[in-house]
Nanobody, 117 residues
Framework: QVQLVESGGGLVQPGGSLRLSCVAS????????MSWFRQAPEKQRELVAT???????NYAPSVKGRFTISRDNAKNTAYLQMNSLKPEDTAVYYC???????????WGKGTLVTVSS
């Protein structure tokens, strides 16, 4: 089993920045793929960014150039640096992990990001 705990959400003004963290505990391995998803009110959950164990990254077009995903395998932690935030970035952000050893998937409980003046 793997547990994921997100932190770093909050209220920020448009144009501001936030850094989200996701700490994994339990049966974690460096080969796991980690992602961030988000879900805005009355909208479907969407993929924001993904990072592989080798550091390859992919981003949703809506955040490319503004958000950066990274990871520290020694700390079992993934990060999402969010810059130039817009009101439409307001959502609950979820950490997601795919275990390399068996393909099982895990979700965190989410952290709320609100972009508003």
């Amino acid at each position: 089993q793997v547990q994921l705990v997100e932190s770093g959400g909050g209220l920020v003004q448009p144009g501001g920045s936030l850094r989200l963290s996701c700490v994994a505990s339990g049966m974690v391995f460096g080969g796991d793929i980690m992602s961030w998803f988000r879900q805005a009110p009355e909208k479907q959950r969407e993929l924001v960014a993904t990072i592989t164990d080798r550091g390859s990254t992919n981003y949703a077009p809506s955040v490319k150039g503004r958000f950066t995903i990274s990871r520290d395998n020694a700390k079992n932690t993934a990060y999402l640096q969010m810059n130039s935030l817009k009101p439409e970035d307001t959502a609950v952000y979820y950490c997601y992990r795919v275990a390399a050893i068996d393909g099982k998937t895990y979700w965190g409980k989410g952290t709320l990001v609100t972009v508003s003046s």
